[in-house]
């Protein structure tokens, strides 16, 4: 997966929603919302992407996506590298049936 900023829309199959920004540079993602602080690994092969991300309150009353302080979820998806856009859905570890989904766009290079 490309380097760089993007902007990501979150959905959780409990119809919450978010939206954040997320640094992708060599392998390992950071970011965050007013909510959560976002951390993890990433591989791409030929467009096909498999994350590894955790999602935690970055204080204890905020609200998450899910409504769990912090969530651990197992990404899959693909990048089109033309348009810089992403796509990612997962279920959080130990919850099967939460599923989320990550929908992005490149907004920028990283330096």
């Known amino acids: 997966m490309p380097n760089g900023i993007y902007e ?18 060599d392998g390992s993602l ?28 970055r204080k204890p009353a905020d609200a998450t996506v899910a409504d769990i302080e ?3 979820v197992d990404f899959a998806g693909n990048l089109d590298a033309s348009t810089g856009n992403i796509f990612l859905a997962g279920a959080v570890t130990g919850r099967p049936n939460l599923l989320i989904t990550a929908i992005g766009k490149k907004l920028a290079a990283t330096a």
């Not at 990501?8 to 540079?25: A, E, P, R």
């Open 8 to 25: 990501i829309n979150f959905k959780s199959s409990l119809k919450d929603f978010g939206k954040g920004l997320v640094v992708i540079k």
């Open 30 to 57: 950071n970011g965050g919302d007013l909510h959560l602080i976002y951390r993890g690994q990433f591989q791409s092969d030929n467009g096909q992407i498999h994350a590894q991300i955790i999602a935690e309150q």
């Open 70 to 72: 912090r969530l651990e």
